[in-house]
């Protein structure tokens, strides 16, 4: 197995996995636009590594950014939730 963890520009984050040719599949992501060509990244060559990389907390993926100095994503308390949608009125 092999995992891209990219850094989008506004830091939010998205995590690639490959099983064939990851370079193709790369070109693809950026070409079709899934991925930002100003992206960082880097790459888990193991689940393990993968596992050990990203937040065991999944309901906050919206707030995982990447450590500063390490290659690992930690969740920012910083990053604001989401506004709640209100419904609509009705009449």
């Known amino acids: 197995m ?3 963890v990219w850094i989008e520009p ?3 984050i998205k995590v690639t996995h490959f099983t064939g040719d990851a370079q ?3 070109a693809t992501l950026i070409k079709d636009g ?7 990244f880097f790459d888990v060559e193991t689940s393990d590594d993968l596992k ?3 937040p065991s907390e999944r309901g906050q993926r919206h707030k ?3 450590h500063p100095t390490q290659d690992r994503i930690i969740v920012d308390p910083l ?3 989401p506004p709640v949608p209100t419904p609509p009125v009705r009449p």
């Not at 899934?34 to 960082?40: C, E, F, I, Y």
């Open 2 to 4: 092999h995992a891209r």
């Open 34 to 40: 899934r991925v930002d060509p100003a992206s960082t």
């Open 52 to 54: 050990s990389a990203l």
């Open 24 to 26: 193709q599949a790369i």
């Open 79 to 81: 990053v604001p939730d």
């Open 10 to 12: 506004d830091g939010s």
């Open 64 to 66: 995982w950014r990447k």
